[in-house]
């Protein structure tokens, strides 16, 4: 069985550019949540994903947004980045009707 | 809204030391409460789970209790080694309404020392 997976491991953009993250959901699972973890913080949640549409979302602007595919896996897209979105972003799947996430290694995103 | 408080580190014990970290929580429905942990570099491992009051979860000689009167979920394990070293987080994910979505305390770093 396969876990979570994330790509890139790690990424470096300027102030103002924009950014795609992806991630390969756990297999049988159909639910797909990001977070955002500064360096020294918790996770906080961006959004969900169930079966292609947006469940739930945080406290985050606009220009965070995100696609899910057929197959579940998942993108998230940061535009106009901003010094303070570095960050270490995590991917986490799930199964609709459980709450237990299960999360991938992440991608260490990095604004200078 | 939700949210979850953590006993502030790093917290430093000895190899073979009890290790309590206390976490409490508000939530306006009844949540699942976890404690997650993260290795240096990693992503987060789920290390034990509650899904209802007075549930104990328990993993690698880890235990917490899901404690509704006292709104608490504190992490506790007997005796603590080296490779014990790393970020605990606990967690709680309300599914109200479906769904789910995790809301995290802010961390406790823990270093076991030989």
């Known amino acids: 069985e396969t876990g979570v997976t994330q790509s890139p491991t790690h990424l470096i953009k300027t102030r103002g550019q924009q950014v795609t993250l992806r991630c390969s959901s756990q297999s049988g699972h159909n639910t797909v949540s990001w977070y955002q973890q500064a360096l020294g913080q918790g996770p906080q949640f961006i959004f969900q994903y169930y079966r292609e549409e947006e469940n739930g979302r945080g406290n985050f602007p606009p220009r965070f947004s995100g696609l899910q595919f057929p197959n579940y896996s998942s993108e998230l897209n940061v535009n106009a980045l901003e010094l303070d979105d570095s960050a270490l972003y995590l991917c986490a799947s799930s199964f609709w009707s459980y709450n237990e996430q299960f999360f991938g290694p992440g991608t260490r995103l990095t604004v200078l | 809204g939700d949210s979850v408080t953590q006993m502030e580190g790093p917290v430093t014990l000895s190899e073979e030391a009890f290790l309590t970290i206390n976490c409490t929580y508000t939530a306006t429905g009844y949540p699942s409460l976890f404690w997650y942990v993260q290795y240096p570099g990693e992503g987060l491992q789920l290390l034990l789970k509650?899904?209802?009051?007075?549930d104990k979860g328990s993993n690698k000689g880890f235990e917490a209790t899901y404690r509704k009167e006292t709104t608490s979920f504190h992490l506790e394990k007997g005796s603590v080694q080296v490779s014990d070293s790393a970020v605990y987080f606990c967690a709680l994910s309300d599914s109200t309404g479906g769904g789910n979505k995790l809301t995290f305390g802010t961390g406790t770093q823990l270093k076991v020392e030989l």
């Open positions: 509650a899904t209802k009051a007075d």
